[in-house]
């Protein structure tokens, strides 16, 4: 080694010499927050740095292609390891460019044309380089152009100084590659590593000019990044390993769709987002199909309401909301029931449809409740009330309808829709599980839930998220789809977000309904697809074939995240706590 490997730049704490111990220096108080992170040591080599056990070695660039297209440094920006590049950047006054060019412009002709009078071949490059000296004058004399001294450096840390050696060698081969001519600041690493330091420190001063045209290419924000200032992580973009950070309530509107295959990780995500929103008070109601998210709901202190036969909660759907009730709520509740019941009861005939109706209006009447708000503070018909008003019809066609009821009334799930509802979401974190139902019921539940939460959550205004897990449930049938889609459009308005997930992609893309939910969400996500889905999304989503491909082959949390007309591949990642509180 040189005799510069023991050019230390001394902290502060060594100089305090021997006779002091650091027990006496802490002791006096004359540590400042310089001394205590300040690196204990700094060993200046000749072709590397290193502080503590850390290596650094600086690369300057000397020498830019003739070309460049935009964002032509990508692939070193997003080089797979770190770098502290720093580029400088400083306006040249064109008067003193001008005249620089003019004399190197009067030297290439005389040396062009003295070969051509000694009658030698002219060397090509000089004739390249006239031409495009030529070019600039003429752009900067007509001020289309401006010039600029550039500097690029970059840093490359190492745990090692094979490791060091290893980086710099690929570096130096994306330079190469980029048609770039680099040298490593040999005796001036200091000077280098304090250079690409974030602090405008230019200490190495090697620069290049530059016109405005390539300078704006050099720029390095064309990668799709979709970071905000604000919000939640919902993963690493694996194009530049930046992080995806949105809010989902400063967009068009806080509703996000999850697609993916069957264990892809869409649960996981929606676990990880509800988890992050929650402490960023946001609200969180979810309809769990599979009832996986009590767990979650358990760690947070959540409130996880179990519809089952025996469950202690109960919800009636012809709940009105008393509070804050619109001119019309009244009749749409009585159309929102109506959908609800062909859920329930299946296909309708347009005399059926008629039928119910009427009975629906009646059934209010009977408990004294008519158009006038006042009337909405009356107790509520139960389902048993409308399958009493089919019987008292006395006709086939309503006997028909009173029979299709009376599973809700008399049967299995009598026991908890059928019944005033006898709770109230209080919680800021609150699942509903409705595995223990029978799969049919099912959709029926997930309808029932939806329409209380819209009543709940226009009692105050909020931000809430509503996540619908296993969407395609609802999507199924062509009334309960409509409902959820409904949903999304009014959510907006009571700052509510809805977050549709569903693994059946193609029945839900082949639904107008789902369609529609897609255009309504700001966010979209896509996980893993299979191959019979996947034709279908990229159709939807216009990806290319590689796009296709990653989705094919993507692992478990990987996917493509879509926020308005953008979209990367990105990556869930969880810390261990997290993992440990959702799963
Ligand atoms: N980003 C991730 N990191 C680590 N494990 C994950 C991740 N995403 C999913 N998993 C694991 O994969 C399993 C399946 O994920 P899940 O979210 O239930 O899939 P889906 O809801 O799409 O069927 C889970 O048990 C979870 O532990
Ligand atoms: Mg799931």
């Given at each position: 080694?040189?005799?510069?490997?023991?050019?230390?730049?001394?902290?502060?704490?060594?100089?305090?010499?021997?006779?002091?111990?650091?027990?006496?220096?802490?002791?006096?108080?004359?540590?400042?927050?310089?001394d205590i992170i300040a690196p204990s040591f700094v060993e200046v080599d000749f072709n590397h740095l290193k502080i503590d056990d850390k290596y650094y070695r600086t690369l300057y660039v000397v020498?830019?292609?003739?070309?460049?297209?935009?964002?032509?440094?990508?692939?070193?920006?997003?080089?797979?390891?770190?770098?502290?590049?720093?580029?400088?950047?400083?306006?040249?006054?064109?008067?003193?460019v001008l005249e620089d060019l003019k004399r190197k412009i009067a030297e290439m002709e005389a040396t062009i044309s003295n070969e051509m009078k000694a009658g030698k071949v002219v060397d090509p490059t000089v004739q390249v380089?006239?031409?495009?000296?030529?070019?600039?004058?003429?752009?900067?004399?007509?001020?289309?152009?401006?010039f600029f001294q550039f500097g690029l450096y970059i840093t490359i840390p190492a745990g090692s100084l094979e490791e060091l050696n290893q980086i710099t060698k690929e570096v130096d081969s994306i330079l190469s590659s980029l048609l770039i001519i680099a040298r490593q600041a040999t005796l001036e690493m200091e000077e280098g590593f304090k250079s690409t330091l974030p602090m405008f420190y230019d200490k190495l001063g090697v620069w290049r000019n530059m016109?405005?045209?390539?300078?704006?290419?050099?720029?390095?924000?064309?990668?799709?990044?979709?970071?905000?200032?604000?919000?939640?992580?919902?993963?690493?973009?694996?194009?530049?390993?930046?992080?995806?950070?949105?809010?989902?309530?400063?967009?068009?509107?806080?509703?996000?769709?999850?697609?993916?295959?069957?264990?892809?990780?869409?649960?996981?995500?929606?676990?990880?987002?509800?988890l992050r929103l929650l402490m960023m008070g946001v609200d969180v109601l979810i309809i769990d199909p599979e009832n996986e998210y009590q767990k979650l709901a358990q760690s947070v202190g959540g409130e996880f309401i179990v519809f089952a036969a025996s469950s202690?909660?109960?919800?009636?759907?012809?709940?009105l909301s008393t509070s804050n009730p619109a001119s019309d709520e009244l009749s749409n509740k009585i159309l929102d029931l109506h959908s609800l019941m062909r859920v329930i009861m299946g296909e309708l005939t347009p005399s059926q449809d008629a039928l119910l109706d009427r009975a629906l209006v009646a059934v209010y009447q009977q408990k004294g409740?008519?158009?006038?708000?006042?009337?909405?503070?009356?107790?509520?018909?139960?389902?048993?009330?409308?399958?009493?008003?089919?019987?008292?019809?006395?006709?086939?066609?309503?006997?028909?309808?009173?029979?299709?009821?009376?599973?809700?009334?008399r049967g299995s799930a009598s026991g908890i829709f059928n019944q005033q509802s006898n709770f109230d979401i209080r919680n800021p974190f609150t699942v509903f599980g409705i595995r223990d139902l029978e799969e049919n019921l099912r959709p029926v539940a997930m309808y029932i839930v939806l329409d209380y939460v819209w009543n709940r959550i226009r009692k105050d205004k909020k931000k809430r998220i509503l996540v619908v897990d296993e969407a395609w449930y609802l999507i199924k049938q062509k009334d309960s789809a409509a409902y959820l889609h409904s949903f999304a459009k009014r959510?907006?308005?009571?700052?509510?977000?809805?977050?549709?997930?569903?693994?059946?992609?193609?029945?839900?893309?082949?639904?107008?309904?789902?369609?529609?939910?897609?255009?309504?969400?700001?966010?979209?996500i896509i996980l893993k697809q299979s191959t019979a889905a996947v034709e279908k999304i990229a159709e939807t989503f216009y990806l290319t074939g590689g796009e296709k491909h990653f989705l094919l082959s993507a692992s478990i949390g990987e996917g493509l995240f879509f926020a308005g007309h953008n979209h990367v591949g990105f990556k869930v990642v969880a810390s261990e706590e997290e993992k440990t509180l959702i799963e």
């Open positions: 080694m040189f005799g510069f490997s023991n050019n230390k730049i001394q902290s502060k704490q060594s100089d305090v010499g021997p006779s002091h111990s650091v027990a006496d220096f802490l002791a006096k108080g004359t540590v400042s927050v310089k020498g830019y292609p003739r070309y460049v297209s935009a964002n032509w440094l990508y692939s070193l920006i997003t080089f797979d390891h770190p770098l502290y590049i720093s580029m400088y950047i400083y306006p040249a006054e064109s008067k003193a380089a006239l031409d495009d000296a030529l070019a600039l004058q003429a752009e900067l004399a007509k001020g289309a152009e401006r016109d405005t045209t390539s300078l704006a290419l050099t720029f390095p924000f064309s990668t799709a990044s979709l970071t905000r200032n604000e919000g939640i992580l919902y993963g690493i973009n694996e194009h530049d390993g930046s992080l995806i950070i949105f809010d989902r309530f400063t967009l068009e509107n806080a509703n996000s769709v999850v697609l993916g295959k069957s264990g892809g990780g869409k649960s996981f995500l929606i676990k990880l987002e509800a202690q909660y109960k919800i009636n759907p012809f709940d409740i008519t158009q006038d708000p006042q009337t909405f503070k009356n107790e509520p018909p139960l389902l048993e009330d409308l399958y009493k008003v089919f019987v008292g019809m006395e006709t086939p066609e309503a006997k028909e309808l009173a029979d299709r009821l009376e599973k809700f009334v959510a907006r308005k009571y700052s509510l977000g809805l977050t549709t997930i569903t693994q059946d992609v193609e029945d839900f893309l082949a639904s107008e309904e789902g369609k529609a939910i897609i255009t309504n969400s700001s966010l979209q």
